[in-house]
């Protein structure tokens, strides 16, 4: 089964950047769309940024501008760059593919934005 694999989480204070990771043996992200998605304690899990195949990429409004989605096909990873960490960005973050998304979640990863 497969098997999302988030990293890069961590502390950091308001204003600092943090970069996420996402891995999945097995599925080749180049060929698929891949959204990151976020829940904050208490909320329903939500998409946060999402990228095509093509490589068209999309951001919920509160994020444009701050965070950047990207995709490694010699990696085979999802990346996003989070750069002017607000406290409202609290969440454990999560990747996946599809529109919705069509496979089990991962761990996921803590992002903590406070001072």
């Known amino acids: 089964q497969v098997q999302f694999v988030e990293s890069g989480g961590g502390l950091v204070q308001p204003g600092g950047s943090l970069r996420l990771s996402c891995t999945a043996p097995?599925?080749?992200?180049?060929?698929?769309?891949v959204g990151w998605y976020r829940q904050a304690p208490g909320k329903q899990r939500d998409l946060v940024a999402r990228?095509?195949?093509?490589?068209?990429?999309a951001y919920v409004d509160s994020v444009k501008g701050r965070f950047t989605i990207s995709r490694d096909n010699a990696k085979n990873t999802i990346g996003l760059q989070m750069n002017s960490l607000k406290p409202e960005d609290t969440a454990v973050y999560y990747c996946?593919?599809?529109?919705?998304?069509?496979?089990?979640w991962g761990q996921g990863t803590q992002v903590t934005v406070s001072s």
């Open positions: 990228i095509s195949s093509s490589g068209f990429t």
């Open positions: 097995g599925i080749q992200f180049s060929i698929y769309p």
């Open positions: 996946n593919k599809g529109f919705p998304p069509e496979l089990p």
